[in-house]
């Protein structure tokens, strides 16, 4: 019976050593590899974890770029047609109607109140001023208006003068043969007959 049991081992391979040592062999192989494996590892993430960490790198403002070279003078090109000149409209003022005016300014000669002795004879002169638009021509007159002529005729020539001038008016009167006080008015009459401007004054005394 204990043969046939040793028999029956022996048939099985329970009983075989060197398969034994051969499983026991590759065990220990399988262990020592994952144990290699693993330290492996353990160094490799330590030396990863020991490894100084990196710098950041510091920023640096962009560089202006260097200014643009000027670019070389180019020659005009003449032009192929001269444009002709804009002609400009000059407005004319439309002249209206002129206006009359004549400002008294001063006496030149024969001041109010120069006393004469009779029947002399009187040059008065008057500076006045033609104020107004229009432009004294020989179609203008002088006219006696008030007082007594005192010799003169009652219509004289309007000295010519433009308008905006002053003009120097003269007339030629006599004293009277009698003693006393004398006036004559005058005043400027247009070519229709119309009196205009300021009226002028010879004032005198008669003595003997």
């Given at each position: 019976?204990?043969?046939?049991?040793?028999?029956?081992?022996?048939?099985?391979?329970?009983?075989?050593?060197?398969?034994?040592?051969?499983?026991?062999?590759?065990?220990?192989?399988?262990?020592l590899?994952?144990?290699?494996?693993?330290?492996l590892?353990?160094?490799?993430?330590?030396?990863?974890?020991?490894?100084?960490a990196?710098?950041?790198?510091?920023?640096r403002?962009?560089?202006?770029?260097?200014?643009?070279?000027?670019?070389?003078?180019?020659?005009?090109?003449?032009?192929?047609?001269?444009?002709?000149?804009?002609?400009?409209?000059?407005?004319?003022?439309?002249?209206?109607?002129?206006?009359?005016?004549?400002?008294?300014?001063?006496?030149?000669?024969?001041?109010?109140?120069?006393?004469?002795?009779?029947?002399?004879s009187?040059?008065?002169?008057?500076?006045?001023?033609?104020?107004?638009?229009?432009?004294?021509?020989?179609?203008?007159?002088?006219?006696?208006?008030?007082?007594?002529?005192?010799?003169?005729?009652?219509?004289?020539?309007?000295?010519?003068?433009r308008?905006?001038?002053?003009?120097?008016?003269?007339?030629?009167?006599?004293?009277?043969?009698?003693?006393?006080?004398?006036?004559?008015?005058?005043?400027?009459?247009?070519?229709?007959?119309?009196?205009?401007?300021?009226?002028?004054f010879?004032?005198?005394?008669?003595?003997?």
């Amino acid at each position: 019976m204990l043969a046939g049991l040793k028999k029956k081992y022996k048939i099985d391979g329970h009983g075989n050593v060197s398969i034994f040592l051969m499983m026991t062999l590759r065990l220990r192989s399988a262990r020592l590899f994952l144990n290699f494996c693993l330290i492996l590892l353990t160094s490799i993430f330590s030396l990863w974890a020991c490894a100084p960490a990196s710098t950041p790198t510091p920023f640096r403002p962009p560089t202006a770029a260097p200014p643009a070279q000027p670019l070389p003078t180019t020659t005009p090109v003449p032009a192929l047609f001269t444009p002709l000149p804009t002609a400009t409209v000059t407005a004319t003022a439309t002249t209206g109607p002129c206006s009359d005016a004549l400002s008294f300014v001063d006496d030149v000669t024969v001041e109010d109140g120069t006393s004469f002795l009779p029947n002399a004879s009187i040059d008065k002169q008057w500076l006045v001023q033609n104020s107004g638009t229009c432009s004294w021509d020989e179609t203008y007159r002088l006219k006696w208006v008030g007082g007594d002529p005192l010799g003169a005729a009652q219509e004289q020539l309007l000295y010519p003068a433009r308008a905006g001038t002053q003009a120097t008016l003269r007339v030629i009167f006599t004293a009277p043969a009698e003693s006393g006080s004398y006036e004559s008015a005058w005043q400027a009459v247009d070519p229709n007959g119309n009196f205009f401007g300021d009226l002028i004054f010879i004032k005198i005394v008669v003595a003997p």
